[in-house]
């Protein structure tokens, strides 16, 4: 019914959609053109929004865009120069596209500033061996090049 309300000019707040939590809904679902078009729409109602652009990045990556996953995540670093996600979303795409020097700085910025959380670390995990990997660096010495 809501939808109708909207759709028909209804106006209750009640019946708005919130097209960010849906987005995100169908992101978990894994409909993501059906996620980009609402994370779009959340993005008119919040014009220049950091945490809807770099969710519009993943719906990019997931269905295969990582140009415009990649845009959008450095409008977002303009914008916020400290967001870690987009520094770990960019990073990344970097590495997959080769460009692995160019990573490095994206995954050091996302671990001086890390999210917290029990998901934020397996992307830590992840970021710091990727960068050990890639600046050949241990993690039991992470200021020795690892001589293996």
């Known amino acids: 019914m809501s939808v109708w309300k909207k759709f028909f000019g209804g106006d209750d707040e009640e019946g708005r959609v919130d097209y960010y939590d849906e987005g995100m809904e169908l992101l978990i679902e894994g409909k993501f053109h059906e996620a980009l078009t609402s994370l779009r729409l959340a993005l008119k109602e919040q014009p220049g929004d950091p945490v809807v652009l770099q969710q519009i990045a993943i719906a990019y990556t997931r269905i295969g865009m990582t140009d415009e996953a990649a845009k959008t995540y450095r409008h977002v670093l303009q914008k916020d120069p400290k967001a ?65």
């Open 84 to 148: 870690s996600g987009a520094h770990y979303g960019l990073a990344f795409l970097l590495i997959r596209s080769g460009q692995m020097q160019d990573a490095v700085p994206h995954l050091r910025a996302f671990l001086a500033d890390p999210p917290t959380g029990t998901t934020a670390n397996q992307h830590i995990a992840h970021a710091e061996a990727t960068l050990a990997q890639l600046t050949g660096l241990t993690h039991d010495n992470p200021t020795e090049p690892d001589t293996d």
